[in-house]
C-alpha cells in the first residue's frame, strides 16, 4: 500500500507570498491532519480535515488555510508569507474512525526568504 | 490546558543497553497513546500504540501504561546505534482526533 505522499519537497518563496501545499493520504484514509516544525519546536497542530470538513483546528492565524477533496486529498494555504513561517510541513493520515493512528509523509521544507 | 510532557534529553546510553524514554500526560480521559521516532531531517515514524494499562511488546520494542499515574514509556532493548533519533509522545483524549503531542526526548546510542 503507498504511503503518504506531499508535494512539492522543498519549496523557497519571498515574504508576502502565498504557497500552496498538497497531500495525498494513504488509499482508503480520510482525514489528513497539517503540522508545522520548527527547528527545537514540537510539532505545532494546524489543522484535520475529515470527509471534506474541518473537525479540528489548532492556534495558527487565519493566513493558514487548508481544504480537502471528495477523494481526501488535500491542500494547506499560506499567505502572506513571514519570515516565521519556514519550517517543514508535514501531513499525517489516518482512517479517521475508531482509531486514532496517524501516519505521516515525508514533509515540505519551506523556506522564506 | 492538555498537555504532554517529556524530557527532551540527550538521553546517552551504551550500545547493548535499555533505554528508557517516559512520557507524563495530564488529561485522565486520555485513551490511545503513540509513540513516534523521528530521525534528524525526516519526519516522524510510528513505531508503537498502546490502548490499555500493562504492557505491550514488539520487538525490541516494549510500550509501558500506567493510567492511574498518567504516564507511559518505550524500552528499548539491546540498543542499536541506529536507534539514536528523537521520540515524539503522542496521546488521544476522549473521542477527539486530534493528538497531542510532547516535544520529544533526543535518544544517543554510543557504540
Known amino acids: 500500500k503507498a ?3 506531499q508535494t512539492p519537497r522543498y519549496l523557497i518563496k519571498t515574504r508576502g507570498q502565498q504557497v500552496t501545499l498538497s497531500c495525498s493520504p494513504i488509499s482508503g484514509h480520510r482525514s489528513v491532519s497539517w503540522y508545522q516544525q520548527t527547528p527545537g519546536q514540537g510539532l505545532q497542530f494546524l489543522f484535520e480535515y475529515f470527509s471534506e470538513t474541518q473537525r479540528n483546528k489548532g492556534n495558527f492565524p487565519g493566513r493558514f488555510s487548508g481544504r480537502q477533496f471528495s477523494n481526501s486529498r488535500s491542500e ?7 519570515l516565521g513561517d519556514s519550517a517543514l510541513y508535514l501531513c499525517a493520515s489516518s482512517v479517521g474512525t475508531r482509531n486514532y493512528e496517524q501516519y505521516f509523509g515525508p514533509g515540505t521544507r519551506l523556506t522564506v526568504t | 490546558q492538555k498537555e504532554v510532557e517529556q524530557n527532551s534529553g540527550p538521553l546517552s546510553v ?3 543497553a535499555i ?6 500526560y495530564s488529561d485522565r480521559g486520555s485513551q490511545s497513546f503513540f509513540w513516534y521516532r523521528q530521525y534528524s531531517g525526516k519526519s516522524p515514524e510510528l513505531i508503537m500504540f498502546i490502548y490499555s494499562n500493562g504492557d505491550k511488546e514488539d ?7 500506567n493510567k492511574a499515574s498518567q504516564y507511559v514509556s518505550l524500552l528499548i532493548r539491546d540498543s542499536q546505534p541506529s536507534d539514536s533519533a528523537t521520540y515524539l509522545c503522542a496521546v488521544n483524549i476522549g473521542s477527539n482526533y486530534q493528538l497531542i503531542w510532547g516535544a520529544g526526548t533526543k535518544l544517543i546510542i554510543k557504540p
Open chain 1, 3 to 5: 504511503g503518504v505522499t
Open chain 1, 76 to 82: 494547506m494555504n499560506v499567505s502572506t508569507l513571514e
Open chain 2, 14 to 16: 551504551p550500545e547493548g
Open chain 2, 19 to 24: 533505554a528508557s524514554l517516559n512520557c507524563t
Open chain 2, 59 to 65: 520487538g525490541r520494542f516494549t510500550a509501558q501504561l
